[in-house]
T-cell receptor, first 114, second 112 residues
Framework: DAGVIQSPRHEVTEMGQEVTLRCKPI?????LFWYRQTMMRGLELLIYFNNNVPIDDSGMPEDRFSAKMPNASFSTLKIQPSEPRDSAVYFCASTPGQGVRGYTFGSGTRLTVV | SQKIEQNSEALNIQEGKTATLTCNYTNYSPAYLQWYRQDPGRGPVFLLLIRENEKEKRKERLKVTFDTTLKQSLFHITASQPADSATYLCALRLGSQGNLIFGKGTKLSVKP
């Protein structure tokens, strides 16, 4: 089991550019989560999906952020246009069922917007 | 407002001692609480889950307690080792909702 796979590991982009982060969850996990981590705010939930359907996107900071899950093995988080305050580490996590076996996190994407 | 607080940003202890980390919450009624370990540059790794109707859970050198009256969980690492040095995060699952809410974490340093 390769775990949750995120790409890219690092992304440096200029303000105003579009950024797309990618995630492959663990096969068989029906929940997928996108979190953002900063020193100031810790881990914040952005959006989560159940069986590829977005359930709660109330954590998405602005309309500049969007997320999709076209199938059970792939999800994207897009920021357009990007701003310096979007700089953070973005994590994808997946879990089966109600999460009682814990979430499995990917290694994250460190995004720097200059 | 709803809040999750972990007692300190950093905790330094001597090897062999017991580390005790605290997680307090307000205005939540969690179905369960989880603890994670996070190493620098890595994603959090799940350690333990304790349900609202459980008082204590153990796994090897780890012990978690959950007091829903005090709205507090304690996380203990006995016979601590330098390899236990990491940031530890508590997280609450709220009822039937599918998501976890995380505390900001406590950075534990175990000195040889």
């Amino acid at each position: 089991d390769a775990g949750v796979i995120q790409s890219p590991r690092h992304e440096v982009t200029e303000m105003g550019q579009e950024v797309t982060l990618r995630c492959k969850p663990i096969s068989g996990h029906d929940y997928l989560f996108w979190y953002r981590q900063t020193m100031m705010r810790g881990l914040e939930l952005l959006i989560y999906f159940n069986n590829n359907v977005p359930i709660d996107d109330s954590g998405m900071p602005e309309d500049r952020f969007s997320a999709k899950m076209p199938n059970a093995s792939f999800s994207t988080l897009k920021i357009q246009p990007s701003e310096p305050r979007d700089s953070a580490v973005y994590f994808c996590a997946s879990t089966p069922g109600q999460g009682v076996r814990g979430y499995t996190f990917g290694s994250g994407t460190r995004l720097t917007v200059v | 407002s709803q809040k999750i607080e972990q007692n300190s940003e950093a905790l330094n202890i001597q090897e062999g001692k017991t580390a005790t980390l605290t997680c307090n919450y307000t205005n939540y009624s969690p179905a369960y609480l989880q603890w994670y370990r996070q190493d620098p540059g890595r994603g959090p790794v799940f350690l333990l889950l304790i349900r609202e109707n459980e008082k204590e859970k153990r796994k090897e050198r780890l012990k978690v307690t959950f007091d829903t009256t005090l709205k507090q969980s304690l996380f203990h690492i006995t016979a601590s080792q330098p390899a236990d040095s990491a940031t530890y995060l508590c997280a609450l699952r709220l009822g039937s909702q599918g998501n976890l809410i995380f505390g900001k974490g406590t950075k534990l340093s175990v000195k040889p």
